[in-house]
């Protein structure tokens, strides 16, 4: 009988350690994910292309570029260059496409302003997180499926992989 209280002792101690023990653990995750992807859209909506590549892999680094290239024709060599052409270039693309090739100044105009309000906004979106493991999604919470960034965490670090669902 003397020896059951030390074991069952020491087993209910280590119970009520070991439950503290990463137990946080996905919710510090999903939240670090959740930041890096906060952080990248705050400097895109910023107009921060550093700041953005910043939070990109080399791989989605070279996405950007290649995306930049491609979508405006232009020729960029560097990530932070083909963000803020992209951002700076988007609401003018918009604009193209809504006010057409009449040149109303005042449709460009609002067209722009609009495409910046929008980037603006995702500053507050809400986000729905999945981790495993070094690898994570994250997407809008609301809205429909299939819009999600991947992540992975190398050397303690979330940074965005892949961006091309956003």
């Known amino acids: 009988m003397f020896l059951r209280r030390p074991a069952a002792l020491t087993l209910c101690l280590m119970v009520v350690i070991c439950t503290g023990c990463g137990s946080d653990e996905p919710a510090d995750e999903k939240g670090a994910v ?7 859209l705050n400097a895109l909506a910023d107009g921060n292309g550093e700041a953005a590549c910043a939070q990109l ?3 989605a680094q070279q996405q950007a570029i290649d995306l930049t290239v491609k979508t405006l ?3 960029v060599a560097t990530c ?4 803020d ?3 700076k270039n988007t609401g003018k693309g918009v604009a193209d496409k809504v006010c057409g090739a009449r ?3 005042e449709c460009r105009s609002l067209a722009i302003k609009t495409t910046t309000r929008v980037l603006d906004r995702t500053k507050d ?4 997180v999945q981790v495993s493991g070094n690898a994570a999604t ?3 919470a609301a809205g429909p499926e299939g819009y999600e960034g991947r992540l992975e965490k190398a050397q303690g670090e979330w940074l965005i992989s892949d961006f091309r669902g956003l």
């Open 34 to 40: 959740e930041d890096t992807m906060r952080t990248f």
């Open 57 to 59: 892999t080399g791989h």
């Open 73 to 75: 024709n232009v020729d």
């Open 80 to 83: 932070p260059d083909a963000l």
């Open 85 to 87: 052409d992209y951002v």
């Open 103 to 105: 040149g109303d100044d």
């Open 125 to 128: 979106v809400e986000f729905k």
């Open 138 to 140: 994250v997407g809008p």
